[in-house]
């Protein structure tokens, strides 16, 4: 209770800082999606799903203010990677296949990072959908994406899969993902990075 406690004080504090200055929507959206993902984790997946329609919103109508240089990891894509993962949580399995195809779809060459992410929950869906086969579709794609572009938030989503799979584990491509999740190539990109 008291991480959720600190995070909203963050939260209170960082939209206080946004008001003094002139914020981009980008900036204003991702707030709205920092502040989703802690609602998700504490499980109050109304309230993130809220915020989330809200930067949806932001982004739509976008400021007269340009996001910094800096500012360059938020984008609609990762906006609706967020989204997906909340709708994933709260069992939404319909509407997060849905919204993480889509992002997946919009994805380009500099979301190659969240691209693992999305791979990942979109076999966490297939997973709690009952597809293994499915499943171990995506994590491999993702995978094979972390081979190019190693991302310790990518290969988590993964392990996540392959835990909720270990309920089929006499089936070949799940023992296909757990080897190559716990394979020679993946440690040392995990070592390295």
Known sequence: MRNLEEASERMHAARV????????????????????????????FGRALKLLNHAEDVLRVPTEHEAP???T???????????????LRAGQLHQARETLTQALTASGPSDEKQTTVILGDLAAVEAAAGDPEKACEFAERALDQLARTWYATGIERVKEVSKALQQHSGL?????????????QT?????QH
């Open 69 to 71: 240089d800096w500012f």
């Open 172 to 184: 070949e491509c799940v023992q296909r993902v757990d080897d190559r999740i716990y394979g020679w």
């Open 17 to 44: 800082y946004a008001r003094r200055g002139p914020s981009s929507a980008d900036f204003l959206a991702w707030l709205d999606s920092v502040e989703a993902e802690c609602e998700t984790i504490s499980g109050n």
């Open 187 to 191: 440690t040392l990109n995990s070592l």
């Open 73 to 87: 990891w938020f984008s609609p894509v990762r906006l609706a990677a967020f989204k997906g993962n909340t709708q």
